[in-house]
Each structure stands twice: as C-alpha cells, then as structure tokens.
C-alpha cells in the first residue's frame, strides 16, 4: 500500500496534534472505508493504492467511512476532515470531495455547461433568435455508483437546449435537439478522471416541429 500507508500515518500525525488517538490499524480501515471500501483487505485487493496518483477526482464515501468509524467507535467526522486536508497535500493537482454529491453535482453541471457552449450545438441555437440557452440533466449515477464496476462510466444524454424567445425578432424555434455523451475513466471505487464529453447530434426543432432525424 505505497499510498494508502503514508496517507494514513498522516492523518494520525494530524489527529494526534489535535489530541485524537488513533492506531494504525484503524486508520488504515478508515481511510479505505472513505475510499469505497467495506474493509482494509478489500482495497488491498483492489487495484486501487496504484490508481490513486492516476486519478483527477478524489470522491470520498462518507456512508461507508461513518459506519466503519461506528463500528469501531470512532469520530467519522474528525477523520474525514483531516483525510481531505491530508490527500490535497500529497496531490495538490487533483479535486478532493468530501462527498459523493458534491462531485456529481458539479459532473452534472460541467456536462451542460459542454454541451450548450459546443460549437454544434451553438450554430443551432444562433438560428433560434433566443437567448439564454440552457439544458437539464441528471446523471443516473446518483443512486447506482458504487454498483457500476466497469473502468469506464459512460451516459448517452438525449435532450433539447432551450432559449428564451425574443418577442420582437422572428420566431424560428426555441428548442435544440442533442444527442451526446459523457464518459468518465475510473481508477477505483471512488477514484475519477475528468469527464469527457462528445456531441454527436444538434438540431433545431424548426418552427417548433420535432425533427424526424431525431429518435
């Protein structure tokens, strides 16, 4: 456990200065239950120790770590905020969360922002005389993550970008149909790369008419 280990004598290291004692052992599951692990032999199955400096995403299971310090009649939170403080130190260059929620909203957000401001997408809603072109999605993840084992999360998102219609310019449509997709290579159970995102259909519903391309 070439990471795992130094993570976390550092996180004992700072929970000491803090008057929390805390052995190794425990740390040591604690810090493998705040990465989507049920114990500590379960990650040192995992190919995870090696995926962590691979990843751009840091995701922590708080459910899994609070019932883990439970059991062994710990403070969750206490560990949970030295263990973010702690793993920004060793990768500065990665996004560390405290929570699964937090990562996928942003996920969400970066994946609409993408697809209203591609070029393909853009060309469509130029012809719209609308502005304020926006998008809603909701990752089927939220419920469903730790369930999904592939090293590879994909979603195929099939939807509109809508704009507000300008009262006085010709109305031309104000819907946008799209059809594209997100892809996000994962490097354990709680470890991310960044999300990529591919738009491959975009077409304005002319006059407010569904485009029979679209289906």
Do not use: C
């Not at 809603?136 to 999904?148: A, M």
């Not at 059809?179 to 259909?201: D, K, M, P």
Request: aromatic residues 10%.
């Amino acid at each position: 456990m070439a990471h795992l280990s130094p993570i976390a004598f550092a996180v004992r290291q700072t929970l000491s200065a803090q008057g929390v004692s805390l052995t190794t052992g425990h740390a040591q599951q604690l810090a493998a239950a705040a990465l989507g692990h049920n114990n500590l032999a379960s990650y040192q199955a995992s190919g995870d120790d090696a995926g962590l400096p691979e990843a751009t995403a840091i995701v922590m299971d708080r459910e899994r770590l609070q019932a883990r310090a439970d059991e062994l009649g710990l403070d969750g939170d206490a560990f949970a905020l030295a263990l973010s403080a702690v793993l920004q130190e060793r990768f500065p260059d990665k996004a560390i969360y405290g929570e699964q929620e937090a990562w996928l909203t942003e996920l969400q957000s970066d994946f609409e922002r993408s697809i209203v401001n591609d070029d393909s997408v853009n060309s469509e809603v130029a012809m719209t005389n609308g502005t304020f072109p926006r998008t809603y999605i909701e990752l089927p993840w939220w419920e469903t993550l730790d369930e999904e084992d592939d090293d590879i999360l994909s979603y195929d998102f099939e939807g509109i970008v809508t704009v507000d219609q300008d009262e006085d310019r010709t109305y031309y449509g104000h819907e946008v149909d799209v059809r594209a997709t997100l892809t996000v290579e994962r490097f354990g159970r709680r470890l991310f790369g960044r999300g990529r995102v591919e738009v491959e259909f975009a077409k304005l519903q002319w006059l407010g008419e569904p485009n029979a391309s679209f289906d």
